[in-house]
């Protein structure tokens, strides 16, 4: 039986609750889409980190920006793949490109 961290969850519920004018029960909804898609994101991220044969740390420019680097100017994406987003509650799927490690930089 697979195992949630229903406090990230519910944390989770009530910070979409109170950012878009949606109830409570659609927020929660879409909370639990995301916990449920994670390891679905992570088996794909790594799939492509492999079949691209890269080995260094990655991450999204956005995730890059949340741990404080910014992707150099230029910067082409080391690969990219489809990843499902649930906190949109249609379970729709994007594509997400990935920089490396020795492609950001501190912020100043």
């Known amino acids: 039986m697979k195992r949630y961290n229903l406090s990230k969850i519910m944390s989770r519920a009530w910070a979409l609750f109170r950012k878009g004018r949606i109830s409570f029960s659609e927020a929660l909804h879409r909370a639990w889409l995301s ?18 044969g890269i080995t260094e740390q990655t991450n999204t420019w956005a995730g890059w920006k949340a741990l404080g680097f910014e992707v150099i100017h230029g ?8 990843l499902v987003h649930g906190s949109k509650g249609d379970g729709a799927s994007y594509k997400a490109s990935f920089f490396g490690a020795s492609q950001v930089q501190a912020i100043a």
Do not use: D, H, T, Y
């Open 35 to 52: 916990a449920k898609a994670e390891p679905v994101n992570a088996a794909r991220i790594e799939a492509a980190k492999a079949g691209a």
């Open 75 to 82: 910067s082409k994406a080391l690969f990219g793949c489809e």
